[in-house]
């Protein structure tokens, strides 16, 4: 009855937006960070402030972001990124709002992605913004070069990723603020819901009257204000829309 009633939401939608989280990622084999046996369960955390004054906490920053990459570069969309972006192929999805870092909403051929929390799959300095691969960065980091600088102006280089500590991008936020008023239906997905200001975005989706979806494993602080509430795997769950 749940997928049926799901189906239909999103076949009579006119702005749908999906709102994805780390949950829709760990399908495709990239660990949850803060989870247990996570990057931030196993690290301590390098804020942006700390970032920019230390080489040393740049060090650190760097040991992370070089184990935290290596998982994702391997991984593939899976069955719920594919659908995502079929859906949007479609006409019944307006946009993807995520707060993932992994690129793979891209990958799987969506087209309109706010990335809120930025991308793993660039690096670029602090000072010029001049861009690199991560894979060029990290060969420098193995070859001893454990805090890299700009070849350019001399200024660090860091992940195109926004740090704890470090203010949201606000062209991304705006962006996906618009999404969400404008949208009738709002998936959030693999979101615990809880890290703000990304997880308020729901919540603004509910406000201006749009129908709230939300499919996660464990539960979230929305999930008494939520229309449906799914607790299956994502990518069955999302597959039957388009089957």
């Known amino acids: 009855m749940l997928a ?5 939401l999103i076949v009579s939608a006119s702005s749908a937006v999906a709102f994805t989280g780390a949950g829709i990622s760990t399908e495709s084999g990239i660990p949850d960070f803060r989870s247990p046996g996570g990057v931030w369960s ?23 972001r070089v184990e935290i990459y290596s998982g994702m570069a391997a991984a593939e969309p899976n069955e719920g ?11 019944h999805l307006a946009a993807v ?8 909403h891209q990958i799987a051929g ?14 670029a300095c602090i000072g010029c913004g001049k861009e690199w691969t991560p894979e060029e960065v990290h060969a420098w980091v193995a070859q001893g070069n454990d805090a890299p ?3 350019a102006c001399g200024k660090p280089l860091k992940s195109r990723t926004i740090s704890f500590g470090q203010p949201m991008p606000p062209v991304p936020m705006q962006e996906a603020a618009q999404f969400c008023r404008k949208a009738d239906v709002m998936l959030a997905i693999g979101s615990s819901l809880v890290v703000e200001p990304a997880a308020s975005f729901p919540r603004i989706a509910k ?5 709230l979806v939300i499919i996660n494993k464990t539960e979230t602080p929305l ?12 990518g069955i769950t999302l597959s039957g829309l388009v089957s």
């Open 4 to 8: 049926d009633d799901l189906k239909h």
């Open 42 to 64: 196993r690290h301590r955390m390098v804020y942006f402030d700390e970032f920019v004054e230390s080489r040393d906490a740049r060090a650190v920053y760097w040991k992370q």
């Open 81 to 91: 990124h594919r659908v995502l972006a079929e859906l949007e192929r479609r006409g």
């Open 97 to 104: 709002v995520t707060q993932n870092i992994d690129g793979l």
């Open 110 to 123: 969506s087209q309109r992605v706010v990335e809120l929390h930025g991308t793993a799959r660039v690096v």
């Open 149 to 151: 600088d700009c070849d």
């Open 207 to 211: 406000d201006h009257g749009a129908k």
């Open 223 to 234: 999930d008494s204000i939520a229309d449906m509430v799914i607790r299956k795997p994502i």
